[in-house]
């Protein structure tokens, strides 16, 4: 079956605007750790997916999962070992404030129950989030995706702080001073609820903000941040679909590394190493809260299988060491990735932390104008060239490249000589 057919009838289907990456999509059907192949037998080196996050297809994750599905697989509702030994070992991994579990099949489904949390323990509606979010696709969920939610279309309990853009906004300020007014930014949002007489329930942030563009921030901005949340009575979802399970290699969750402990935090695609697997990592008293209110059952959630292959994700983070992975490798990708500056003045900008990095263009260093047609003719240039990179930002001109965990230095070199190609036949 040639791709032009399998397209048409995906259209037929699916229609046109079910998004498909790339000019010419691809039509993947295997996967082995980073390398992923297509139906004509071409090889793409990963560096773009962190749902595949200890490796496309890990043995380890493959047997769990059949192993369990040939024993058994049930609804939620009855007592099985997997899930209690996998909440405990996932709560584990958390301070112990966080000590209680609830799972999802997907990260909207885990930011839509968090949102129900917050707003049952704190009274309130009003949550704030940044204006380039994205957090899924459920009615609740979708009103703080500020990507698809233009703000005419943002209801009044939904506000938004800018995009923290440190390498734009800057402007001679010092870290504590940036990381003031970021934080100053959150107060006059929670400020403007209570002057429209909106109850405030909380803020909504991804902790590495990838969309937003994978800012480097200042110290400290989230401390303040959430002293002013829960001065107001609010409460932090930390959104960790994106950097958690060890992404960054420094921590296992992403706001580890912006120094606060969240009062809710949501997981996603990582968890289930592409099973559909996600949850809800609270305080006690909130889940107690809210389940003391509320029912919540969920038939697929943190069944027998999906705990198998959540607690085998767990065993090969651990015994193939792959936060240390992360930060060996990741720390050797970004200085390569950085060199590449010298010889391509679209390159404005590289950041990053462990295995998460963005290379922002530009087309005059100084000025800092956004090069989006550039971003975007990149990412298919490196497509043809055998490796899958992604973008993000406001201005969609950053080069977004998250490989899976297993990533090593042979893979970064690939990626950078790719990367150097593609920016040459620009
Ligand atoms: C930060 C973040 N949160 C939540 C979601 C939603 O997760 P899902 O697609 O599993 O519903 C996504 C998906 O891209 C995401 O990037």
């Known amino acids: 079956m040639s791709n032009p057919t399998l397209l048409e ?16 999509p691809l039509n993947l059907v295997r996967g082995d750790g980073v390398w992923v192949y297509d139906d004509e037998g071409h090889r793409y080196l990963d560096a773009y997916n962190n749902v595949p996050h200890v490796g496309h297809c890990h043995p380890r994750v493959v047997a769990a999962l059949t192993q369990q599905a040939a024993a058994l697989n049930t609804h939620t509702r ?8 996998y909440a405990e070992r996932l709560t584990a991994t958390f301070e112990a404030a966080l000590s209680m579990a609830m799972f999802t099949c997907t990260g909207s489904e885990a930011n839509e129950l968090a949102l129900r949390i917050v707003r049952e323990c704190s009274g309130g509606t009003g949550v704030i989030g940044t ?3 994205y957090h899924g696709n459920t009615a609740a969920v979708i009103e703080l995706g500020s990507i698809f939610t233009t703000p005419d279309k ?10 923290m853009d440190p390498y734009r906004d800057r402007a001679g300020r010092s870290d504590a001073e940036l990381a003031a007014a970021y934080a100053a930014a959150v107060k ?14 909380g803020v909504l942030f991804c902790t590495s903000f990838s969309s937003e563009g994978l800012p480097t921030l200042p110290a400290g901005f989230m401390q303040q941040a959430l002293d002013y949340i829960h001065d107001a009575g609010g409460y932090f979802i930390a959104d960790e679909v994106q950097s958690g399970f060890g992404r960054f290699g420094s921590h296992m969750w992403g706001y580890q590394k912006l120094g606060v402990v969240p009062d809710v935090v949501t997981l996603g695609k990582p968890m289930g190493n592409g099973h559909p697997l996600a949850g809800v990592i609270a ?3 909130l889940i107690e809260r809210f389940t003391g209110q509320n029912v919540y059952f969920n038939t697929f959630a943190g069944n027998p299988v999906s705990a198998a292959v959540g607690l085998s994700v767990l065993d090969v983070l651990h015994d193939e060491r792959l936060l240390e992975n992360a930060r ?20 404005g900008d590289v950041r990053g932390t462990g295995l998460f990095f963005a290379v922002e263009l530009v087309g005059d260093r100084a000025a800092k104008s956004p090069a989006p047609a550039e971003a975007g003719r990149l990412v298919n240039l490196m497509r043809e060239r055998g490796v899958l990179i992604g973008r993000i ?14 990533f090593t230095r042979e893979h970064a070199d690939i990626l950078v000589d790719a990367l150097d190609g593609a920016l040459r036949a620009l």
Do not use: W
């Open 78 to 85: 009855y007592l099985h070992e997997n899930v209690v030994r």
């Open 393 to 406: 930002g406001p201005h969609d001109n950053i080069l977004k490249i998250r490989p899976p965990m297993v």
């Open 283 to 285: 305080r006690r008293e």
């Open 328 to 347: 060996q490798v990741g720390a050797y990708t970004l200085g390569r990735l950085a060199a590449l500056a010298a010889h391509h003045p679209l390159i």
């Open 9 to 24: 009838r995906r259209y037929r289907v699916l229609g046109r605007n079910s998004p498909l990456f790339y000019e010419r």
């Open 154 to 163: 943002r209801p009044p309990h939904v506000r938004t702080v800018p995009v």
């Open 131 to 133: 204006a380039h979010a």
């Open 188 to 201: 006059c949002e929670i400020d403007a609820f209570r002057a429209a007489g909106i109850k405030f329930a």
